[in-house]
Every structure is written in structure tokens, then in C-alpha cells.
């Protein structure tokens, strides 16, 4: 009986953390299975333990090539906040969104051939897309009316926005999205977007 009662608990465990908990296995960066990488790891297209690529400021233990691109930044006359050249984490997803480099160009490589092309193409051009590479503060907030405090607004994820959203206190690709598909929600977002929750996190409208 309580041997059963243990394999029972094992069991759920189990369960729980294959299905409650989104992961990067079996996401859409798991390139584990793919042609181009047979040292049977998931990390290794993006991180490395050792000789990482410091040529980004901040990038963790980066082991894929980095974009050299200029973009062309999101503008608009409502637009509060002054986004620049992406910085930080959102280079690093540029480094295979933007189309110029190919997925496959870890660990020293440059002459892969898997370019990112349809939906998933950011390009670079992000004059049509949310601004990124942007500092969201209290005085952000303030000039703009519209936005939540993010060192006091509760981000949904056990603290505040800035906390749990900005990096060094900026806008990035990772505010909305998990790379690693840790909330396991569509399309990598850190916050379900149902009934718009993601926008209404930051947007007080
Ligand atoms: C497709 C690329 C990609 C893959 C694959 C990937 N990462 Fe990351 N990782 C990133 C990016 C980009 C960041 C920076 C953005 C951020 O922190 O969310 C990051 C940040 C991190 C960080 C620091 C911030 C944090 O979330 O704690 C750790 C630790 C990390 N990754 C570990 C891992 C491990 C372990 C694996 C494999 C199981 C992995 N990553 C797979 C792209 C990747
Ligand atoms: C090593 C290259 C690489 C890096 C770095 C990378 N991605 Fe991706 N990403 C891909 C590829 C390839 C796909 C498409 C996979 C597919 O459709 O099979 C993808 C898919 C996605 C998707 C669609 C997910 C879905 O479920 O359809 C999102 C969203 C995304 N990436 C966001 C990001 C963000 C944000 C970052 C940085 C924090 C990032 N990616 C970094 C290669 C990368
Ligand atoms: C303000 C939140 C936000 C930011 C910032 C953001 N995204 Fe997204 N992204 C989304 C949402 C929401 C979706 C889901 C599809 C949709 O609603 O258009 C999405 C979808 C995607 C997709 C899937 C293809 C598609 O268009 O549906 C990719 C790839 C992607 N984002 C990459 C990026 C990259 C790279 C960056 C930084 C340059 C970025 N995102 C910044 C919210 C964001
Ligand atoms: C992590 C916080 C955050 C999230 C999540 C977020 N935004 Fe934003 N958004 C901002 C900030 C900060 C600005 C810059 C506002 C400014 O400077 O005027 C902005 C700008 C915008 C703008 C441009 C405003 C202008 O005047 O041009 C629109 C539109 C917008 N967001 C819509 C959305 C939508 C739709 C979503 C959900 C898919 C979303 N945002 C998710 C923080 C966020």
C-alpha cells in the first residue's frame, strides 16, 4: 500500500513537471533534434560554459554569432520614451530574427545556411514593431498617462515589473518573451495574452 501511495506521488510529480511548467524542451528553440547540431544539446546554440562571446555587453555566457545589423527603431508623435539601436538581451535575439545570420552559427561558426524567414522573420526593420531598448520608469510612466509604475505595479509573477520584466531597467524583446518557454504560454510570452493580460501588465488602459 505504501509503495503505491510513493509511486503514486512520483507519478504526479512527474506529470507536473512534463506538463504545468513550460520548458525549452520541445519549444521552438529545442534545436536538440536538428541536422545541423549533433552534440545532443539544447544550450549550446545560445550559451556556453566556457570562452563565451563578450562582444555584447551583459550577454549570458553567449556562444552564438552576434547581429552587426542597424536597425531602423520604432517612432511614432505619441511616443513618449526615445527608442535607440537594440540593446542588450533583444541584440541577441536579433542575432537570428533579423535574418542575416544563420541559426546554425554557434560556438565559431559563420557559414551556416538556416535563415529565419515567414512569421517568425523580425528583420530589421522594427519601425512596425513594440518598441524595445526603451527605459520604463517612474517618470516614463508619469509623462505618459497611460502606463503602470513598474517599481510599484505588480507584474503577476510574484514582484514588480521592473523587477520581472525590465533588464537594467530597459524595454527588451524578453520583457514579453521567455526564451527559454518558462511560463509556457504561445509564442514564448512571459504572460498569457488572453483578454490582452500581457499588454494590460504595463498598460494602464
Ligand atoms: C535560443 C537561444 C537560447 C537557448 C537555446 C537557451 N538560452 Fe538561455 N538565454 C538566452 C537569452 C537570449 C538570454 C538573455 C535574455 C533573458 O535573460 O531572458 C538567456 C539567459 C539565460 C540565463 C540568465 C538569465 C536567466 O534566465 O536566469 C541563464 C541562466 C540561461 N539563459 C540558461 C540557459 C540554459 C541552462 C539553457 C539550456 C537548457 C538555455 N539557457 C538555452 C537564449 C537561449
Ligand atoms: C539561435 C537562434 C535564435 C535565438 C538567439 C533566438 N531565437 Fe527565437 N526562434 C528561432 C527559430 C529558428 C525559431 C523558429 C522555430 C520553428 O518555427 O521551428 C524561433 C521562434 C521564436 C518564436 C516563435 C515561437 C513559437 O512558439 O512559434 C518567438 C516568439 C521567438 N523565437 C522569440 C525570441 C526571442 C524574444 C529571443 C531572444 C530573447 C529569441 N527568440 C532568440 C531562433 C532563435
Ligand atoms: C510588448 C510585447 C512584445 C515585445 C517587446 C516583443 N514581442 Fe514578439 N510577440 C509579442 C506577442 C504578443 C506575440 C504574439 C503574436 C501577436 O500577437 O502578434 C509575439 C510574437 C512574436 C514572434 C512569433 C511570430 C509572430 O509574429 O507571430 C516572434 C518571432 C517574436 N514575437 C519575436 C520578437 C523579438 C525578436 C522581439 C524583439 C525585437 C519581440 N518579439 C518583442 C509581444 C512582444
Ligand atoms: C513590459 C511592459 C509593456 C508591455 C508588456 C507592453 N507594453 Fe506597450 N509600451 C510599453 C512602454 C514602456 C511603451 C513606451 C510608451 C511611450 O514612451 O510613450 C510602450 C509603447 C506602446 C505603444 C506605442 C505608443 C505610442 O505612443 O506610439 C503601443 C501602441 C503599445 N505599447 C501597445 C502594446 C500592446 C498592444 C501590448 C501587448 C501586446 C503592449 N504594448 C505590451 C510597455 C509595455
Known amino acids: 500500500m505504501k509503495s503505491i501511495r510513493i509511486y503514486l506521488i512520483l507519478f504526479f510529480v512527474a506529470c507536473l513537471s512534463q506538463f504545468s511548467f513550460g520548458q525549452i524542451s520541445g519549444s521552438a528553440h529545442d534545436f536538440n533534434n536538428e541536422n545541423w547540431n549533433s552534440s545532443g544539446e539544447i544550450c549550446i546554440v ?48 536579433l542575432s537570428c530574427h533579423d535574418g542575416t545570420i544563420a541559426v546554425e552559427n554557434y560556438g565559431g561558426r559563420t557559414n551556416g545556411s538556416e ?32 502606463l503602470n509604475d513598474p517599481s510599484t505595479a505588480n507584474s503577476g509573477l510574484g514582484s514588480t515589473i521592473a523587477n520581472d520584466l525590465l533588464f537594467a531597467g530597459q524595454m527588451e524583446c524578453a520583457s514579453c518573451h521567455d526564451v527559454h518557454n518558462g511560463g509556457g504560454n504561445s509564442n514564448l510570452l512571459r504572460i498569457s495574452n488572453a483578454s490582452s493580460g500581457l499588454c494590460l501588465t504595463c498598460h494602464n488602459k
Not at 535563415?115 to 505618459?144: E, F, K, R, W
Request: proline residues 6%; charged residues 10%; hydrophobic residues 30%.
Open 46 to 93: 545560445c550559451h556556453t560554459p566556457h570562452n563565451s562571446n563578450t562582444t555584447v555587453a551583459g550577454a549570458p555566457l553567449w556562444n552564438h554569432q552576434v547581429t552587426s545589423s542597424t536597425f531602423t527603431p520604432y517612432t511614432s508623435a505619441t511616443l513618449d520614451a526615445t527608442a535607440g539601436q537594440p540593446g542588450a538581451s533583444s541584440k541577441l535575439c
Open 115 to 146: 535563415i529565419i524567414s515567414g512569421n517568425d522573420l523580425v528583420g530589421t526593420d522594427l519601425s512596425n514593431d513594440h518598441p524595445i531598448s526603451i527605459a520604463y520608469n517612474t517618470a516614463l510612466a508619469t509623462t505618459d498617462g497611460g
